[in-house]
């Protein structure tokens, strides 16, 4: 029986597509390429390679856009019609891409987790158990999850450096900075061009608004992590974060045209990040041109498609609709949210909790209607994980709420919330900004 490089056996796999699934695997941690092209390659040689359907079915499903669901759910089929040859390993990855399909991508998560269990070493599936992590806002399991298979991997193994990166992202989310940083670094020692263990370390730098420090490790960095890979555009992101915080709002600019927003937004990913970028901007009352306007384009072409399929792609697409004044359209978006909330998957909770009221929230702040948006905002910033992001994408909901606060004259609840981001984050320059503006705004009752 044929295995891959770091010993998972593989059924129905010759050579030649055990090479090219080695070369997906690689293209799908490291942002680098089109798997799914790489591993359509050894599944023409090989029809019958059952973990190279599942490849192909869990890439294109972590991309997260309904509109590949089908595409997933065939590739699926594909590895079912083989499964009576299947071993313990695919069946568990056949059944946990099932309950993908099906939404329910909590217990997807944790049959996932079975088949790390028994291979711990299945690069696939730690990475398909991270994404989804993300996508479910787990914190605890992008760390854990790492955790529980680390003590299986050194570095003699390939993509050793890519398990690294995902722990750093891990602690990161679970507000372990140092060790976030070391574990990115060490990532970064044996692959500089991991782009996900950059990001884990930029992290670090913007939860502690070392915001000089993540500008310098980006810049000087580039030319490992941004060339020809795919996730470059997130770490552009960051960078104009950073820029942000300085109120260089041109520079921010120039990285949403050549490297966020260039051309109209072929996935969500980086259309998600175009839309945060400028609802920061809207915050400030930047001018930002037409460029929201394409981006609720993008939006909008898509809503028949993706509206109700994930709370955080259709919170974005919301702020894009409300801030160029498509009511309509924001209405639509609205109603599918509501259907949604009525499935029994995992979007419907996300939807209902944090998704719809967000929604709600960002509508009442563009209608002017700021101590509304502040109060929905209130119930259920804390517990806004549970739609996915990072803290980073979420923090957008505490400016939300502290913008909302200062317009409604709230001047203390706007104190609080930026009184929490100076202690965190004491070097920020966005907070000190809006701590001024909070005091100009009204006296503290009790305190100085
Ligand atoms: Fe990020």
Known sequence: MKKDLRGIPLIGA??????????????????????????????????????????????????????????????????????????????????ATGLLIE????AASRSIDHVLANHPRDALALQVGHLMDFYCGDALNLRNRVSRVLPHWDASLPGYSYVLGMHAFGLEEMNQYPEAEATALGALSIQPKDGWAVHAAVHVMEMRGRIEDGINFLVTREIDWAPGNGFAFHNFWHLALFYLDGAHHDRALSLFDRHVHPEPASFLLPLIDATALLWRLHLEDVDVGDRFERVADDWQARLDGEAGFYAFNDAHAAMALAATGRESALAQLTLRMQDATRQGDT??????????????????????????????????????HRFGGSHAQRDLITLTLIESALRSGAANLARHYTAERLTHKPASQWGARLWARAQSAAPLSSAA
């Open 14 to 95: 010759d050579a030649f597509a055990l090479d090219r699934y080695e070369s997906a695997l690689e293209q799908f941690q490291g942002y680098v390429g089109d798997p799914v092209a790489t591993i359509d390659e050894a599944l023409q040689a090989s029809p019958g390679f059952i973990a190279g359907h599942l490849m192909k079915a869990l890439v294109l499903y972590t991309l997260a856009e309904r509109k590949f669901v089908p595409l997933a759910a065939q590739a699926l089929e594909a590895a079912r019609a083989h499964s009576a040859q299947a071993n313990d390993r695919e069946q568990g990855l056949i059944a």
């Open 103 to 106: 939404g329910r991508w909590q």
């Open 347 to 384: 979007n419907a909770a996300m939807t209902r909790d944090v998704g719809l009221p967000l929604t709600e929230a960002v509508t009442a702040f563009v209608h002017g209607r700021y101590a509304d948006a502040a109060a929905r905002l209130e119930s259920i910033r804390d517990g806004a």
